[in-house]
């Protein structure tokens, strides 16, 4: 078994398949509604061990990343030994007008961002939420939103590397066999090229 920690899903599987193992590797997690793209997929734990035998089925247990481990402090650096060289002389505390008009423009385009962002992000979760209580009878609760924002964004990320919708509505129904899951997965989809990636909306039948 190779070591395929910390490795993406298509990674990981590649891995598998490169050392002669021919058959179903067994993934688990993924969230509720399953993976769409397993590159967006990070393997935390995998059975059997990197280096034992592969008796049955691998399985490969994902997450969107793996630990929230603090990296540890490096040493602290050695003072730098004083220089006989002098000092640069300190540039003008006061900036000019015309890098203080770009910071601003930057500013303002980051905040613009931002709230087209949030805007976007508030009417998806009203839209998401009308369209699934319109068929299922009940609203959401706040879970299955959070679950369908994320993956709104990153059917928008697909759609940008080259997919296209008829592929990732095949993704849907190879994921999981839950219709329920299937029909909130596709409004989560639909509704969200619509509010986040909006370039694509042709594509949708």
């Known amino acids: 078994m190779p070591d395929v920690l910390g490795k993406t899903l298509d990674v990981a599987k590649s891995d598998i398949k490169r050392v002669g193992f021919k058959d179903t590797v067994e993934v688990l997690g993924g969230g509720l509604f399953g993976i769409l793209d397993e590159k967006n997929w990070m393997v935390c734990e995998q059975t059997p061990s990197a280096g034992d035998v592969i008796a049955d089925n691998p ?9 929230d481990e603090e990296p540890e402090p490096s040493e602290t650096p050695a003072a730098p030994e004083p220089s006989d060289t002098p000092a640069a002389p300190e540039a003008s505390a006061e900036p000019s ?10 500013d303002d385009s980051t905040d613009e961002d931002r709230d087209d962002r949030a805007e976007s992000a508030m009417t998806f979760e009203e839209d998401f939420t009308d369209e699934f209580e319109g068929i299922f009878g009940y609203p959401p609760d706040q879970q299955i939103i959070d679950i369908a924002t ?12 080259g997919s296209t919708v008829e592929e990732i509505l095949t993704n849907i129904v190879a994921s999981t066999d839950n219709t329920d899951s299937q029909t909130a997965l596709a409004i989560a989809a639909a ?6 990636c909006p370039e694509h909306e042709g594509q949708l039948p």
């Open 59 to 67: 399985r490969l247990v994902v997450d969107r990343s793996c630990g």
């Open 97 to 106: 007008e015309e890098a203080s008009a770009s910071d601003d423009d930057e």
């Open 150 to 161: 994320d993956f709104a964004e990153e059917t928008c990320s697909t759609l940008d590397q």
């Open 191 to 196: 509704v969200g090229i619509r509010h986040f």
